[in-house]
DNA sequence: AAATTAATGTTGCATTTGCAACATTTTACA
DNA sequence: TGTAAAATGTTGCAAATGCAACATTAATTT
């Protein structure tokens, strides 16, 4: 995953913090850390560690709207986190630097020659995000479970190019992700495994088709 | 929507896009683009006009990924339009402008003073469309066709600011764009209906909750 | 204005899915 | 290392959904 300082020396990486204002604050595990990010046109960087956006149903339910990992960003400007029932929790020890949104284009950072880079690397990962969606988009718009199933192996597969890989997830994970019931998504795994599509042990699949 | 040039004079603009290397292209309607864009690393700009990126079913069906409208733009950097089986398709007569990504900061660009307000307008456009991916996604996980359609109303109607709203699309391209079946929506709105939660006349629907 | 095409509404039926309620296994951590 | 917590596997059942096959209405095209 593409990072937001790829390319940029340490001096400067720090030089342009200082310039931007940026904030780093650390948490630990299974921390809610919505409540700090609740203001307006900022982005959030993932330095270290990961976070979950988890939104809750009004009937229990919940569903893994992302994941962000090290490296990854986020924000309001970027996420539109408007809903009270999204929350964001950490998923293991996060460490997280915050700066403005306005700052990126402020007067003192575009007199360096480090800002093209800047820029560039920041452009690369908004694609890249935008790119993580469109293909959860085209998971999610699956007509059935079955489907959803394969097309996420199938990708999985062609990501690692080979038939053969391990789940970069859990299982109850994975039917958050596709936004399916768990149960019924281990009926439906059962099923292919039975039909010879597939093979599973542990989190290894091998695709069989 | 957000537009690339927002805020750049008509005389930078043409400098822009001369110095971008910017092509445009007019199409008429219903007419498969996907082969011109079929290459590494570009954006292209819906000028005017609007397109739909289609995903074709191996047993028929046709699901619309995304439509973008006059101002948005795409592009394989972006969307990662990898399988063959997403066509783009315009809905109507449209204009649409490529530009080489790599060209977004060749070295004469960076010499104008209106290259900031071009990379800001560029970077909101790309934080625009991922809220709109966000959006969508929060709708495609909720567990069923009633929680989607509910909240697809209520999100055009805090969108609206009332609870009297047009749907600016038809309901089959609603059920596409949920993703659900056609009849069983409109049958689930038939209900919504009966319950008293909405009231629908054509595409007026007013939210009585 | 007539004709063609697209959108909408409806319903029976088979299938899929969610849900609940377990037992079992694996993992995390105190 | 022992214990608690999380993940996994399974199954019956009711409800939701997709599918097919229509009739009807609205919109577009010529």
């Not at 990992?69 to 309001?76: C, I, R």
């Not at 718009?141 to 062609?158: G, P, V």
């Not at 795994?189 to 010879?196: P, R």
């Amino acid at each position: 995953m593409a990072n937001l300082f790829e390319n940029i020396s340490e001096k400067n990486i720090l030089k342009l913090k200082r310039i931007l204002s940026a904030n780093t604050v650390k948490y630990k595990k299974n921390v809610n850390i919505l409540s700090n990010v609740n203001q307006d046109n900022f982005i959030a960087l993932v330095d270290s560690g990961s976070v979950q956006f988890i939104f809750n149903d009004y009937d229990g339910n919940k569903t893994i709207i992302e994941e962000l990992n090290s490296g990854e960003m986020f924000g309001n400007l970027i996420s539109n986190i408007t809903s009270e029932e999204i929350t964001c929790i950490t998923k293991e020890d996060t460490q997280i630097t915050y700066i403005e949104f306005d700052e990126i284009t402020n007067d003192e950072i575009i007199k360096n020659d480090f800002y093209i880079i800047f820029i560039k690397n920041l452009i690369k990962l908004l694609t890249d995000q935008l790119t993580t969606r469109n293909n959860r988009i085209e998971l999610l718009t699956k007509r059935s479970t079955r489907d959803k199933i394969l097309a996420y192996f199938k990708n999985e597969s062609q990501k690692k190019g080979t038939k053969k890989f391990n789940m970069p997830m859990t299982f109850t994970e994975l039917a958050n992700y596709l936004s399916v019931d768990r149960s019924a998504m281990s009926r439906e795994i059962k099923y292919l495994k039975e039909e010879g599509f597939i093979e599973v042990n542990g989190k290894r699949i091998t695709i069989k088709y």
